[in-house]
């Protein structure tokens, strides 16, 4: 089949999907234009003119994230034209309302989405009302003659004093309807290329912008890593000085006091004897369960599946488990990915009073993603400890994330995406 000319595509740009997806944009961006500018000017000057009785920084943060609002729209609306544009806040390094209102007035990202809804909204309301006005003429255009063959002469429009009687003026005017047509696509199309550049300039982050991002991260994560070795560390601390440090203790005095008995009492030797020799076998496993709470030997040996498949076949709730892994993990994704099921379902069975459980693990490129599912009572949340947090410092410590889904009534997913590159 032949290709095409390029003037020929020109003359059929009105019929391409593309066309009217423009045009469904820009009018979109018409509605939104009017809106946001009207949003964001009423909120900017009153914030503004109020800052002396102080009433004016609530409104002002409060119009910055009605901004944000607005601006996830507009992306949103960017996807009509196939544009993809993401946008990067900066979150504040702790709560409260000072570091709240630091994040916010020192991101760039919350002045350039000010400059778009108080001066680009002005031009994406006209360039919708240009494009639903020039297609609404162009569309009475062509469809005139039928228009003409149905309505009385005297109802017909005037051009001048030369009423648009006859079957040669309809013809004309759909000819000038088909031009306007042409015409109009194309200008749709170049004023939907300008809003997007646009969009990419204000809407989403500048390079610079994305690299004082990431050094944020890598900050908060270096942080979460030393918080969570910190925390490890305590808790072997803890463990140790409670557990078998205190039962070794128990063993050294025990075997002092056999040795002092040895001679005038062999019996009660032996008895002490023996009770050392209790202590000290429990105080193995202590030291070996520590052990395996640092780094299980399963998982050194075998593997992620079979650490997990040990988790699972322990628990108090009846789980399954589907691991997809070709290979073995790097050790550092290996780790996290065990604790997050490790920890997941000691919350099974500990707290949500479910009556099975599901694990999943899987590579998705890059990625190894790991969801635990209950269908227990539901309500977990990371803020609330069950050991979700410290989870979540461990997987970001790696560049991941943690996802928590529990409603009220459940079920609860536990869903950790954690980096893998090996």
């Known amino acids: 089949m032949a290709q095409m000319s390029p003037f020929g595509r020109a003359l059929l740009r009105p019929l391409r999907v593309k066309t009217w997806r423009e045009l469904g944009f820009l009018v979109a961006g018409g509605v939104m234009g009017i809106v946001s500018f009207t949003v964001a000017w009423t909120l900017f000057t009153t914030g503004v003119s109020l800052l002396i009785t102080l009433v004016g920084i609530p409104l002002l943060i409060g119009l910055a994230y009605v901004d944000r609002a607005m601006s996830w729209i507009e992306r949103r609306r960017m996807k009509l034209i196939g544009e993809t544009v993401e946008g990067a806040y900066r979150r504040p390094a702790k709560r409260g309302v000072w570091p709240v209102l630091k994040a ?23 360039a919708g009302v240009i494009a639903f006005s020039l297609w609404a003429s162009a569309l009475w255009a062509i469809v005139y003659p039928v228009y003409w063959s ?6 017909l429009p005037e051009l001048g004093n030369q009423r648009l009687d006859t079957w040669q003026f309809a013809i004309a005017v759909l000819g000038l309807g088909v031009a306007l047509a042409i015409l109009t696509a194309w ?11 646009l969009a990419g300039v204000l809407l989403a982050p500048s390079d610079r912008q994305r690299l004082a991002a990431r050094v944020e991260d890598l900050t908060r994560t270096r942080a979460a890593a030393a918080d969570v070795q910190a925390a490890e560390l305590q808790r072997i601390e803890r463990d140790l000085h409670d557990g078998a440090q205190a039962r070794l203790v128990a063993v050294t005095m025990e075997l002092g006091r056999a040795r002092e008995r040895m001679d005038d009492d062999p019996e009660l030797a032996r008895e002490l004897v023996e009770s050392a020799h209790r202590e000290a076998a429990a105080a193995i496993v202590e030291l070996r369960e520590l052990v395996a709470g640092i780094y299980p030997a399963v ?22 488990v589907h691991v997809s892994l070709e290979g073995r993990l790097p050790a550092a994704a290996e780790v996290a990915a065990y604790f997050v099921v490790a920890e997941a379902i000691a919350n099974v069975g500990k707290h949500s009073n479910a009556e099975h459980a599901e694990i999943r693990i899987d590579r998705s490129g890059d990625l190894v993603v790991v969801e635990v599912e209950d269908d227990g009572d539901g309500g977990a949340d990371r803020a609330n400890g069950s ?3 410290g989870l979540a410092d461990r997987v970001a410590a790696l560049d991941g994330r943690l996802l928590v889904s529990s409603p009220t009534g459940g079920p609860t997913i536990v869903r950790a995406e954690i980096p893998c590159v090996s």
């Open 104 to 126: 916010v007035s020192t991101d760039p990202q919350t002045w350039k989405d000010l400059t778009w809804h108080l001066f680009v909204s002005i031009f994406t309301f006209a």
């Open 150 to 155: 149905f309505v009385p002469q005297t109802d």
């Open 187 to 197: 200008l749709c199309a170049a004023l939907a290329w300008a809003e997007a550049r």
């Open 299 to 320: 998982l050194a040996d075998r593997g992620l599946d079979a650490a997990v498949s040990s988790v699972a076949s322990s628990s108090s709730v009846p789980v399954t």
């Open 387 to 389: 050991g979700l947090s």
